[in-house]
């Protein structure tokens, strides 16, 4: 059985982020790799995270920060609003997007939502990302399909 890919792109696991998380293809553009980083969020891939993070912005402890909010976070949409440039032929993009999550633990909170512009480049031929600035939360037309991945119109979800 085919299952789909977490990063929400409609295609299979296996011929979508799969492939990337293992090694065995990296991103052609700054928009896949931002699919594959939210994959590996899912996915727990913690080293491939760590990998794709310039190591000019790294954090000391990432990795056990990874491993801390992957063991407590469900990733459950991935939207993809704006890409900026990024394409193979370039050296640097910008994709906007919201991810929405929920805690794993009953009890600890709602559906939330995280509203990003991340910044990425090309270092020697592979994308890394670089860097997130938050934006205020994304609210949706009225009409508009909701951010969470519900399936229900953004008025009837989340208001």
């Not at 977490?6 to 696991?13: D, I, K, N, R, V």
């Not at 979508?16 to 896949?32: D, H, M, N, S």
């Amino acid at each position: 059985m085919t299952r789909p890919c977490p990063c929400c792109s409609g295609t299979p696991f296996a011929d979508c982020c799969q492939p990337r998380l293992t090694g065995k293809r990296p991103a052609e553009t700054a928009e896949a790799l931002m699919r594959s980083r939210y994959a590996a969020f899912c996915e727990g891939a913690v080293d491939y995270l760590i990998t794709t993070h310039h190591p000019a912005s790294r954090a000391p402890n990432e990795g056990a920060d990874a491993a801390r909010s992957i063991a407590a976070t469900d990733w459950v949409n991935l939207l993809i609003l704006d890409t900026q440039k990024g394409s193979p032929d370039d050296d640097d993009g910008s994709v906007t997007f919201v991810a929405a999550f929920r805690p794993k633990s009953p009890g600890m909170g709602e559906t939330g939502q995280m509203h990003e512009r991340s910044r990425f480049v090309r270092e020697a031929g592979a994308w890394v990302y670089v860097d997130g600035e938050q934006l205020a939360p994304y609210r949706p037309g009225r009409n508009d399909a909701c951010w969470c991945g519900s399936g229900k119109k953004a008025k009837r979800c989340h208001v």
